[in-house]
């Protein structure tokens, strides 16, 4: 791909998300604080989906679910040393996954307190740098250096393609969800999870090879962040439809959104979210499941979201062609 393509590819995607940030998001009567903080918590779990690729961790793909409660909760502890000391709704979908979650055995708090140890100088080395190097102004360059900057590999030095999880791409990604404005890519301060992939730091990867995967991974975060602007408001639209005659002070509508970021909960979770009682959690649960919004699986199983719209924007090549919703 020409230079200008590139160009062109990254300023449009950046557009994308700079005119969904200031047509939908910044709109109090097209975003209520409901969906504003279903719309962290979704950033917060694709975030942790990242983290766990990263750090090649097998279990706990549900960000409030009882596994891996060592690594969930260093994550939460990383993210919030990422995040900058203005308030950011990052912190309060924070504050409600530590709600929701079970609290944590000593052995697992104990193992949070080691991986925060370990891990706080690299992430802090990574703000650093994005505060203080003099790095391009472009995008893409920009993230290239840092990528260079932080470049490293554990692998078998005999096999090329032993990409581990010892590399500093996680830091890299959590600062991208923190601090998204310092990577030059949103005039509006956006989280962009997953901005950087595993593979960048792998040793059979040429300058060319890094160059193209980078750029890759740069569009395709601007592309799923803007995609999850775009989602919300199509999750409230069928909510509304389906629940059309619902009273205006419904804990419903909060139920909906905090499923609908989260993928799943129980009616433990949801009542300690609330709050409210067990029972009362369970029957609100029921009743997105009456309007196929939710479906239990099991018992004992948390209640899944049943409601799933995949988003398709326009390509840059496509000129000012409208987006489709499906």
């Known amino acids: 791909m020409s230079d200008a393509h590139e160009a062109a590819q990254i300023a449009f995607r950046n557009g994308q998300v700079d005119a969904l940030a200031r047509t939908l998001l910044a709109s109090p009567a097209l975003y209520t604080p409901e969906m504003r903080h279903s719309l962290a918590l979704r950033w917060l779990s694709r975030a942790w989906s990242q983290y766990r690729e990263d750090r090649a961790i097998t279990l706990g ?50 193992a949070t307190e080691a991986i925060v140890a370990t891990s706080a100088d690299i992430l802090d ?22 990528i260079e900057r932080f ?21 890299l990604n959590l600062v991208a969800t923190a601090r998204g404005h310092a990577f030059a890519l949103s005039d509006t301060p956006l989280p962009f999870p997953g901005l950087v992939q595993r593979r960048l730091f792998r040793a059979d990867r040429d300058l060319h090879q890094r160059r193209d995967e980078t750029r890759d991974c740069l569009n395709a975060a601007l592309y799923q962040t803007a995609c999850d602007i775009a989602v919300l408001p199509r999750a ?36 300690r979210a609330l709050p409210a009682t067990k029972a009362g959690a369970g029957k609100l649960l029921r009743q997105l499941e009456t309007g196929r919004l939710a479906r239990s699986a099991g018992p004992l199983a948390p209640f899944v979201c049943a409601y799933h719209a995949p988003v398709a924007l326009p390509d840059w090549r496509d000129g000012l062609d409208s987006g489709v919703v499906a």
């Open 151 to 171: 470049r490293y590999s554990t692998g078998d030095a005999v096999d090329a393609l032993s990409a581990t999880a010892q590399t500093p791409c996680w830091a």
């Open 61 to 110: 793909p549900v960000l409030a679910g009882a596994e891996c409660a060592g690594d969930r909760n260093a994550f939460l502890a990383l993210l919030e040393r990422a995040l900058p000391p203005a308030d950011n709704p990052l912190r309060a979908a924070i504050r409600t996954v530590r709600t929701i979650a079970i609290r944590p055995l000593a052995q697992e708090a104990a």
């Open 125 to 146: 080395a990574v703000i650093t740098a994005l505060e203080t190097a003099k790095l391009p102004a472009d995008p893409l360059e920009r993230l290239r250096a840092l």
């Open 236 to 271: 409230a639209d069928v909510f509304a439809q389906e629940f059309a005659r619902l009273r205006s002070n419904s804990r419903l509508v909060q139920t909906w959104f905090l499923l609908f970021a989260l993928g799943q909960l129980s009616p433990a979770q949801l009542a």
